[in-house]
Each structure stands twice: as C-alpha cells, then as structure tokens.
C-alpha cells in the first residue's frame, strides 16, 4: 500500500471501528502493513497508532469468528 492510500485511510472521515469491518481480509492486511511501516518511523502519523490498534482488534475477531460470524453474518 502507498503512503497516499494510507493517508486516505488515516484521514478517513468515518470512524476505523465503521472502515475496518467492511474491509476485505487482503486490504485489512494491506492496511495493518503499512500502518506497522509507518509506526516503525521516527515520525508516525498522527492517528496511525489507533488505526493500528483496531486493525489488530478486527483481525484478532475475524481469526475466532470464521465466517463472518463476528459480524452477525452466518
């Protein structure tokens, strides 16, 4: 993922807890990616670390509840 996608992402106008649920399992990856990259600068972006935080909540949720269970979706 781009520095440009990630910023987008990061300046997001919706919430992380309403973007990360709608994400694909490829581009919730993606994004936990480059969140890490850029948490690994001296300088991270402002938010960066919240979005990393929730990325890794959703992915922890989506590894016990296959399926999409999680979401109320059987």
Do not use: I
Not at 35 to 49: C, H, M, R, S, V
């Amino acid at each position: 993922m781009n520095s440009s996608k990630l910023f987008r992402y990061l300046n997001h106008p919706r919430d992380p807890e309403e973007v990360l649920p709608t994400l694909t399992a490829e581009e919730l990856a993606d994004l936990l990616d480059a969140l890490f990259q850029n948490l690994d600068t001296p300088e991270p972006e402002f938010g960066a670390q919240a979005w990393y935080d929730l990325a890794v909540e959703e992915s922890c949720r989506r590894a016990v509840a296959p399926d999409g269970a999680a979401h109320g979706v059987a």
